[in-house]
């Protein structure tokens, strides 16, 4: 629990607060306003999450047993030319290695990407 460990630290000035996220929630906004005594926030793009209106979400509820069908059926009808590039999201990282093998074995080229794996082979992955 970051409270636990901030806790167990020396206090202002003898410490420097630092919190980095990729998201803003209220949860870490409370923990801001508790640690942060003269706070300087940096924000690139948009501080509001919002979709890029390029891209089209598609959500549906899937049986477990049917999620590869599934899968290679909106592959055909989305990317039946393979020339546009698609991201398939997994919960597990085992999960992500996987559908990588699943595709690979249905002809599409793909390549999982997960936090076991270096930067560097997540940059030769993309």
Request: aromatic fraction near 6%.
């Amino acid at each position: 629990d970051v409270r636990t460990i901030v806790a167990a630290t020396a206090r202002p000035p003898a410490r420097q607060t630092a919190m980095f996220t990729a998201t803003w929630p209220d949860s870490v906004r409370a923990l801001a306003t508790d640690f942060l005594t003269t706070p300087v926030t940096v924000t690139v793009g948009s501080g509001e999450l919002t979709a890029n209106h390029r891209v089209r979400q598609i959500v549906e509820v899937v049986d477990p047993d049917r999620k590869d069908a599934r899968l290679l059926q909106l592959l055909a009808k989305y990317h039946a030319d393979r020339k546009a590039r698609v991201l398939v999201f997994a919960l597990y990282k085992k999960e992500a290695a996987r559908v990588e093998v699943a595709l690979q074995r249905a002809g599409y080229r793909c390549r999982a990407i997960h936090g076991d794996q270096s930067q560097e082979q997540r940059s030769a992955a993309l």
